[in-house]
């Protein structure tokens, strides 16, 4: 088991930027790959961001590329998305997650935070 608890949400002006934190604790959190997902009202669950175990590999979904960074620090068993040049069409609940496989399917993943909302204003 491990816990996952998101940090960081809020109401932002589009341009803005924020910056998601994710801690987890239970199980060695170095082992998982770590992902950031978004759910915006009547659509479906998507994936943002994932990072590998080492945090050498990353994926975005085209979305958000250039404008948010995930990242992780495995000594602080912390996960981190840095979101910039915020749009309104960013607003949504924003999940962290954990799998021990590597995917970017949400099905896939097997431990979930309860999600912190980020709404960005027009």
């Known amino acids: 088991q491990v816990q996952l608890v998101e940090s960081g949400g809020g109401l932002v002006q589009a341009g803005g930027s924020l910056r998601l934190s994710c801690a987890a604790s239970g199980r060695t959190f170095s082992i998982f790959t770590m992902g950031w997902f978004r759910q915006a009202p009547g659509k479906e669950r998507e994936l943002v961001a994932a990072?590998?175990?080492?945090?050498?590999?990353?994926t975005y979904a085209d979305s958000v590329k250039g404008r948010f960074i995930i990242s992780r620090d495995n000594a602080k068993n912390t996960l981190y998305l840095q979101m910039n040049s915020l749009k309104p069409e960013d607003t949504a609940v924003y999940y962290c997650a954990a799998t021990r496989s590597w995917s970017i399917f949400p099905a896939e993943y097997d431990y979930w935070g309860q999600g912190t909302q980020v709404t960005v204003s027009s």
């Open positions: 990072i590998s175990v080492s945090g050498g590999s990353t």
